[in-house]
């Protein structure tokens, strides 16, 4: 009787089954066992017969997968972990290695040596495979950038082990490694990182930087998702270092857009003024950046300030003074009197998403899942000065689990019971003027509900619902949030955090920007 091993166990596999599995059992350790001796001793046992005597060795000792039903029921052992481990320990201690990779650092003399094995290389990359069959000898030199070659140690131990621990700094030098040489897996999971931890903490900040990689190497699904988070948290991106390293390109893209979330146009023209200030850009770029400034979003009294005091509104002056004399007229006439000599349908009266109380009210609501929640609030009835003095009030409905008539008529029965979330509620929202006016004539609104949410420990815009005057709510709000869950990723603390936004439009045909 074997030591460990039950005898009721022997009795229902068969006498026979048995007596063959200890005899593979030690053929494999035997072949291991001789593997090692060849080493150890200088031979030419080769790299892929040792590898595989290994598996065959870590398969046989780590598990029994019976042929045989034991009571209607099937157990796999899975031991994969120690095979990982074995995997890393081979890389490490270099047993059995036929290849020898120098890896150089290009315009230095810092050499980096790993040992490995060509048969794991050709599994993972069909480059290794390539420049495998193609070496003249057991070392083979590759050349790779300071940032490339300093994480190539953890890149060759992901092809050993298939896990890898990334930080910040070194995504892109490991996602270029997994483009270069074909490991696929590898290079989809960093993206995926990317995409997930733009939020995350960093001291210089890494966003910028991963979008300019992301338009180097045509990924537009990582480049829009840079944008995105950018154009989402654009308030708190203009008071961190990672401001000035905005390329050209990108402060392009950002000041065309009308989704900016952040405190007023002044906070957005004072940045791009230190921008300007710190990179020294050509007159053309710096032109440019200051025509896409909404001139006709800032007070009149600011706008005056700028015209004395912003140096660079006295060097470039030439250049903005018809958006300037333009934003000085808006903000004197009514809309109405506005649309007879202006096209108002243009971004310089286009409002972005301001944070600023003349434009909405944040709105934290305990407990979302509980009940109907309702919120008053007041803004401006228009940036422009002649309606500065002029407020509307705005009634707000939260519903957790709003259901379409089509569906409460399946509950007719008064008391009944009102389904949950997945019987097919699902969270509405409803902003509507708490009266009419008729000083509305000439203006339209569009509603912005933006949901904040904590990520990696930062609280962050989740996501920005847009909608207009005619339809009063936004039809996919939270469509995807499951708020009965705590731990839901658009709560906080068990808390929904909304911010609502109010913007006059001056035109009566809205189009959308983005």
């Known amino acids: 009787m074997l030591s460990g091993v039950p005898a009721s166990y022997i009795k229902s596999v068969g006498q026979g089954d048995w007596a063959a599995h200890t005899e593979r059992e030690k053929a494999g350790k035997d072949d291991i066992n001789t593997g090692r001796e060849m080493v150890n001793s200088g031979g030419s046992a080769p790299a892929v017969v040792y590898l595989a005597n290994l598996c065959v060795a870590l398969c ?203 405190q007023s146009e002044l906070e957005l023209y004072e940045a ?32 005056f300030h700028l015209q004395k005091k912003s140096s660079v509104m006295l060097k470039y002056y030439e250049s903005v003074r018809d958006l300037l004399f333009l934003a000085f007229q808006f903000h004197a006439a009514s809309p109405v009197q506005l649309a007879k000599y202006f096209d108002v349908n243009c971004s310089l009266f286009t409002p972005r998403n301001y944070l600023s109380p003349s434009w909405g009210s944040p709105w934290v609501i305990n407990n979302p899942t509980r009940d109907d929640r309702s919120f008053s609030f007041q803004t401006q009835l228009g940036p422009s000065g002649y309606d500065a003095s002029k407020r509307v009030t705005w009634n707000a409905l939260f519903s957790p689990r709003w259901l379409p008539l089509s569906v409460r008529s399946a509950y007719p029965e008064q008391g009944s019971l009102q389904p949950t979330r997945t019987d097919g509620g699902r969270p509405r929202i409803i902003v509507t003027p708490a009266t009419s006016s008729p000083d509305f004539a000439g203006v339209s609104f569009q509603k912005t509900v933006i949901v904040s949410a904590r990520k990696q420990g930062k609280v962050v815009v989740r996501h920005v619902y847009n909608f207009h005057q005619s339809t009063e709510e936004a039809g996919d709000f939270l469509l995807e949030a499951d708020l009965q869950r705590r731990a839901s990723e658009y709560l906080i603390d068990s808390s929904l955090y909304l911010h609502i936004i109010v913007k006059p439009l001056y035109h009566s045909l809205i189009v959308a920007k983005k």
Request: with cysteine; aromatic share 6%.
């Open 60 to 262: 046989v000792g780590a598990a029994l997968k019976s042929d045989v039903v034991l009571e209607n029921s099937a157990t796999t052992l899975n031991h994969s972990m120690a095979l990982v481990q074995r995997m890393e320990a081979l890389l490490t201690q270099g047993n059995g290695s036929d290849v020898i990779l120098r890896v150089q650092t290009l315009n230095t003399d810092e050499v980096k040596v790993i040992q490995v094995h060509s048969l794991v290389l050709t599994l993972q990359s069909d480059v290794f495979d390539e420049l495998l069959q193609t070496r003249n000898s057991t070392a083979m030199v590759l050349r790779e950038t300071p940032d490339c070659a300093a994480v190539f140690d953890k890149f060759i131990r992901y092809l050993y082990c298939g896990d890898i621990t990334v930080r910040l700094n070194q995504a892109i030098p490991l996602h270029k490694l997994a483009s270069k040489y074909h490991v696929w897996d590898l290079q989809q999971g960093l993206t995926q990182y990317m995409t997930q931890h733009l939020s995350s903490d960093s001291h210089t900040g890494h966003v910028v930087s991963w979008y300019q990689y992301a338009v180097q190497i045509g990924d537009v699904t990582l480049q829009n998702s840079c944008l995105q988070y950018l154009s989402w948290n654009l308030s708190s991106v203009l008071q961190s270092a990672e401001w000035s390293s905005v390329g050209e390109e990108l402060l392009l893209s950002l000041l065309q857009r009308s989704d900016l979330v952040l």
């Open 272 to 303: 791009l003024e230190a921008w300007i200030n710190q990179n020294q850009p050509s007159g053309e770029t710096a032109e440019n950046a200051l025509k896409a400034i909404r001139y006709a979003m800032i007070s009149p009294q600011h706008l």
